[in-house]
DNA sequence: TCTGAAATTATGTCTATACATTAATGAGCG
DNA sequence: CGCTCATTAATGTATAGACATAATTTCAGA
């Protein structure tokens, strides 16, 4: 076994763990125990047991021990989908279509408008999302100019301006509202839709620190698109 | 300063990389640069560095360096709904009405009962999860009596299965889609709603290592409900 | 009996060092 | 020019010990 000897115990006690030989709360030998168990040093043991931390498996205190952590998993990632990556994966054809671009200073009516600019202007961009020239999902963006200066410049017809936002700018925060909601009828018209039906709304406001990026709102033909979110107990995202 | 110095470096080079200054690809200081930087041994160094690789934020390969990861997945954290808490959170009353209960071998003309339970048997379960009285979502759930024998002995009238199972049978991973569906004749009776309206419908599954544990597809009032996903620079529970 | 201080114990951080492993580099040879 | 092989620069694993921190337990004093 050319494997660490640190993997090797933290492996050890995810197995006993997932298997439920060891339930939530039962506690783990200390550091002391697991180095005679394993004749090795006392880092090499806090290494697979930190280890198992980040992953969310056990809980440690300082004095009272190692312990099997409560099931916590409340939450999953959801990919935040590239809809011109996907359609072209799907080996269709994907151009988007502007319909409307203005600028204007927030309009104090609508609360997200001033949230996301406060004083600045904003440009509003609205177009629909095409998969093959069929229609897939219609959006509504409004973009903070001073967070993106450079967007005057771009033209946004035939690429998404989702997609050139992400390559310009990264954004740290974001929050996403999943619903399903009737097609009104501008949303109807735009995707050659019956008035009534479902689609799947999809409103994403994304933040750089503190400063607001952009609020988009989309809306998919329901019958056409799926968001999909995983969850697995694969070396994860987060060290915590 | 209390916050330890293997923290600090990590801290200081995740908000380099999130920031946009550090762009995918670049190269970061060695261990032996670090050391100096800092003033401190190469094992804090190398604390650090691990937990961003755990986190995904870089990559490092032996005699070469380490690098900012290539293209970061773009995703979100998707809070999975516990009704009974949400519900009771609104200040509203929940309960759980079962209508429908069988055990029954899997059915080969349909692929999603033989991949959950193989050859063993399944429990089916289908109830209304209400707010108030009124219809918030109907629910079709398959569990693997192989992956959770005790549910024989459960009534769950009144109390959710979903929450029952979270409790004693912690996933290990997770798969949902997410997608907006009218509503059919018998959801649309079951929730009180016209027959074609528009429905949030979200369909689980859930394993714990390769065991199939439930499958469960849920229609909620596309009116009544909201999914939430959030990101943020939160630090996960190990961080400060 | 209650209270607060001290001892105890387990984890948390850090150092300094050693050797292993991997892969980019470059020198030498055909 | 292109191949092979040794060199070497970087990370990866591990040790042994020191001191820090937190929480529980114990115990002395009011």
């Not at 440690?60 to 011109?84: Q, Y």
Request: hydrophobic letters at 45%.
């Amino acid at each position: 076994m050319k494997q660490p000897l640190h993997e090797r115990i933290r492996s050890d006690f995810e197995a006993r763990i997932l298997s439920g030989e060891l339930l939530p709360g039962a506690r783990l030998p200390t550091e002391l125990e697991l180095m005679r168990d394993y004749d090795c040093a006392r880092m090499t043991v806090s290494k697979a047991l930190s280890a198992l931390v980040a992953a969310g498996l056990i809980d440690r205190r300082k004095r009272a021990g190692t312990f099997v952590a409560r099931p916590r998993v409340h939450s999953m990632v959801l990919d935040i989908p590239d809809l011109e990556q996907e359609v072209l994966q799907r080996g269709q054809r994907y151009h988007f279509e502007l319909f409307n671009r203005e600028v204007r200073t927030p309009d104090p009516a609508h609360p997200d408008e001033a949230a996301l600019a406060g004083e600045g202007e904003l440009i509003l961009l609205e177009g629909v999302h095409f998969a093959d020239d069929v229609p897939l999902a219609v959006e509504a963006r409004l973009i903070s100019l001073s967070a993106v200066p450079d967007i005057a410049a771009s033209a946004f017809q035939g690429a998404s301006p989702g997609a050139w936002l992400l390559k310009h700018v990264p954004w740290t925060e974001a929050e996403t509202r999943i619903a399903a909601v009737p097609a009104d009828r501008n949303v109807a018209a735009r995707l050659h839709l019956a008035l009534g039906s479902a689609c799947l709304f999809v409103e994403r406001r994304t933040w750089r620190g503190d400063e607001g990026i952009t609020l988009v709102r989309q809306h998919f033909v329901g019958s056409a698109y799926d968001l999909i979110a995983r969850f697995g107990s694969a070396r994860r995202p987060s060290d915590g």
